[in-house]
T-cell receptor
Framework: KQEVTQIPAALSVPEGENLVLNCSFTDSAIYNLQWFRQDPGKGLTSLLLIQSSQREQTSGRLNASLDKSSGRSTLYIAASQPGDSATYLCAASNQAGTALIFGKGTTLSVSS | EAGVAQSPRYKIIEKRQSVAFWCNPISGHATLYWYQQILGQGPKLLIQFQNNGVVDDSQLPKDRFSAERLKGVDSTLKIQPAKLEDSAVYLC?????????FGPGTRLLVL
């Protein structure tokens, strides 16, 4: 049974700092892995999706990597801004078209 | 392109009452999901539809929860009777291929 863990649960950084959020999963036979952002009282916004055959994906200041052999994914945020403050969730899918299995998230606070 | 719509946004009920949530997915998305997100947790799948058929409802508490997706478009999720532990955000998502698109959720408080 796939389990997803995110560490740390919370992170506070000053504006401009580069940071890394960690995600680990127990079953390396994943189909894809997604990173989401959730603002308070809002739904989830998809940030990056990495297929199992890929090693990383980039969008703007965000870079997500995937290492299936070690069961880990990281989300790198460059030059953090106060607007990046939110909860970041990673989620794994074991097969095409199946539901996502989520971690508990990392709540990020970027201070100006 | 319009996103996933959900209503109501907030609901407060007393335990043992019933409640229903509505979801309108993105046009053309065949797959629809209902997730439950308890405070401080990640979302957990309740039920997945492909068109109007159920793909996975293994984690749906069927003694109190029910869901339907008539005509393969809109979907409703019902809780009857509600318990205190049902207090959560109920998220609806739809997908066409790989990416799931989430609605804003319905925040339920059971007193």
């Amino acid at each position: 049974k796939q389990e997803v863990t995110q560490i740390p649960a919370a992170l506070s950084v000053p504006e401009g700092e580069n940071l890394v959020l960690n995600c680990s999963f127990t079953d390396s036979a994943i189909y894809n892995l997604q990173w989401f952002r959730q603002d308070p009282g809002k739904g989830l916004t998809s940030l990056l999706l990495i297929q199992s055959s890929q090693r990383e994906q980039t969008s703007g200041r965000l870079n997500a990597s995937l290492d299936k052999s070690s069961g880990r994914s990281t989300l790198y945020i460059a030059a953090s801004q106060p607007g990046d403050s939110a909860t970041y969730l990673c989620a794994a899918s074991n097969q095409a078209g199946t539901a996502l299995i989520f971690g508990k998230g990392t709540t990020l606070s970027v201070s100006s | 392109e319009a996103g996933v719509a959900q209503s109501p946004r907030y609901k407060i009920i007393e335990k043992r009452q019933s409640v229903a949530f509505w979801c309108n997915p993105i046009s053309g998305h065949a797959t629809l999901y209902w997730y439950q997100q308890i405070l401080g947790q990640g979302p957990k799948l309740l039920i997945q539809f492909q068109n109007n058929g159920v793909v996975d409802d293994s984690q749906l508490p069927k003694d109190r929860f029910s869901a339907e997706r008539l005509k393969g478009v809109d979907s409703t999720l019902k809780i009857q009777p509600a318990k205190l532990e049902d207090s959560a955000v109920y998220l609806c998502a739809s997908s066409h291929k790989e990416t799931q698109y989430f609605g804003p959720g319905t925040r339920l408080l059971v007193l």
